[in-house]
Structure formats: C-alpha cells, structure tokens
C-alpha cells in the first residue's frame, strides 16, 4: 500500500525564485525536515535522470537513500524516486499566483505487512511525515521571505589567519537607549 500526504504553502515571492532556492540540493537540509545531507556526485547537475544520494532521518534513525530524478521542469516541477523497490517519493510542484508563489510537496512511502502496519502508520507515522511537510515548508517561507541568509556558507569560511581577524576586529558598538528626562 503506498501512503501519500502532500501540504502546500503560498509565498510572496516568484517562481523561478522559488525554485531555484528549493532546487539547490546543499540547501535541503536547512529546510527540508527529513533530510540530513544530500548531494550529486561532483559531474552531474540537477537534470533529468540525475542520481542523488540522501541520508535522510526518521526521528533517530538515519538511513541512506539513492533517488532519481524523474520529472525536471524548470520553474514548475521536480519529482524525486528512490531506486529501491520500496520506492519513496517527492514530488514538487511550483505554481505562479499573480506576484505570489504556491509550492506543493508530496511525499509518497510504502507501508507492507496487512491491517497492523497500516493501522500504526494512519496513528503514528503519518501525522509525523505530514508535520515534518508542513514544518519544512514554514522553514521554506522564513527562508525565502525574510532573506534569512546565511552569513558564510561552509565553503567561504574564512581560513587564513588574515581574514580571520579581520571578521574578529569588527566590533559592534553599544546604544545607551536609557529615555532622557527633561
């Protein structure tokens, strides 16, 4: 039996903005609740037939996981299948609203075993794989929205001792804002 929970989530900025921050596969696990670390290897883009590694975790549990990518349609939307048999998948979808955005997630896992499993994963599992949907796409919209970049990604840290001190010297000041009595 394969289970399917989707959430969508409208955000005030374009498509192509949209996807192209929610289709940067090093930034997945700043928003995306499931997934610990996921990357291409180093000769391949994000296209058609690409394959993607990802560790993803399920509260404790971590487990790595090889997709596929298959359906790329820039600036409408990426599909994602495991390889397994016990296929999991993601399905994003972009849609333009006037000078607002709608960004879909469908996540599809299969549930085997008869009635107990599925009766566990309608009270447990599900309610968890939907909150983690909706929790990642609130973390979407703060990112997106309010221009929450990171100062440094872990690629531009400075490592040289001069440019070490030189982010070290930049000294924040203090504003006495005690009110004036007159």
Known sequence: MKIVCREHIDLSVSVARAFAFATD????????ASMVNAHLPETQELELGAV???CMAEGRNRRQEIFEVTRYVRNAFLSLEGELSAARRF????????????????EGYPVFG?????????IFRRRRARRGLQESLTHL???LEDSAEPRYHADEFP????????????????????????
């Not at 596969?25 to 995306?32: D, E, K, N, Q």
């Not at 399905?91 to 469908?106: K, L, N």
């Open 25 to 32: 596969i090093a930034r997945w696990p700043m928003w995306l």
């Open 159 to 182: 490592t040289d001792e001069a440019a070490r001190t030189a982010v070290q010297s930049h000294q924040l000041h203090a504003v006495n804002r005690s009110p004036q009595v007159a």
């Open 52 to 54: 993607l590694r990802v």
């Open 114 to 122: 008869g009635m107990f499993p599925a009766l566990y994963d309608a």
């Open 91 to 106: 399905d994003f979808r972009f849609e333009q609203r006037g000078s607002a955005s709608r960004v879909s997630i469908t």
């Open 141 to 143: 919209r703060g990112l």
